[in-house]
């Protein structure tokens, strides 16, 4: 179903007041107050914080299994389809800090999220970059000697730790830094996962 105006304004002042209060210390009150609108209509669309959260963050995952199964299908070189998954985490933290932030320390980092559900939507995530992967190894890109699955760990974990970084220190983004960034993350990881 399509979102109207005010429903995405409310979303975009939940993203704000998640990232500046958190998850748990956030109320529906400053959430309203910041979106300029009634307490009323923000219950009135969502319902309650937990219900507008979850719906931030299933947003999120659909976004990031979009981008990761068109990398999975696509027939561009492993190499590319990686440098591309990188590329999504940083323009996501370029264009939208609010919703990467509230990614890395209220889905990652709190055990609010680490639910049965809320793992299945990593293990999800983890299935089909390691799919990713096993198509590194197959072509001889990628060592074999190290699990897909733990490829996509340290794939994934290199890329968590350096959005941490940024995250925590509210560091801009440029286009410079972003490429530097990106062939850090590439290069460090395929200099340890390469082929040998």
């Known amino acids: 179903m399509a979102r109207n105006q005010k429903q995405n304004m409310i979303i975009d002042a939940a993203l704000e007041v998640f ?53 999975k299908s696509s027939k561009i070189h492993v190499r590319q389809k990686l440098i591309n998954i990188i590329d999504f985490f940083l323009t996501t933290y370029g264009n939208r800090p609010n919703l990467i932030s509230i990614f890395v320390s209220e889905v990652c980092r709190s055990s609010v999220y680490h639910t049965t559900e809320g793992l299945a939507k990593f293990l999800n995530f983890f299935s089909l970059c390691e799919e ?43 286009d410079k830094r972003k490429e530097r960034a990106s062939g850090a993350i590439l290069g460090v990881f395929m200099d340890g996962a390469g082929a040998r």
């Open 19 to 71: 990232r500046e209060k958190g998850y748990a210390n956030a109320r529906m009150a400053d959430i309203s107050n910041r979106a300029g609108v009634s307490y009323g209509l923000v219950y009135h669309y969502f319902g309650s914080k937990e219900v507008l959260f979850e719906l931030i963050v299933e947003d999120w995952w659909n976004e990031l299994y979009s981008v990761m199964e068109h990398e």
């Open 132 to 174: 990713i992967m096993a198509e590194g190894q197959n072509k001889g890109v990628l060592r074999n000697d190290v699990g897909a699955h733990h490829l996509s760990y340290i794939f994934y974990g290199a890329i968590e730790t350096f959005i941490s970084v940024m995250v925590l220190g509210k560091e801009p983004l440029t």
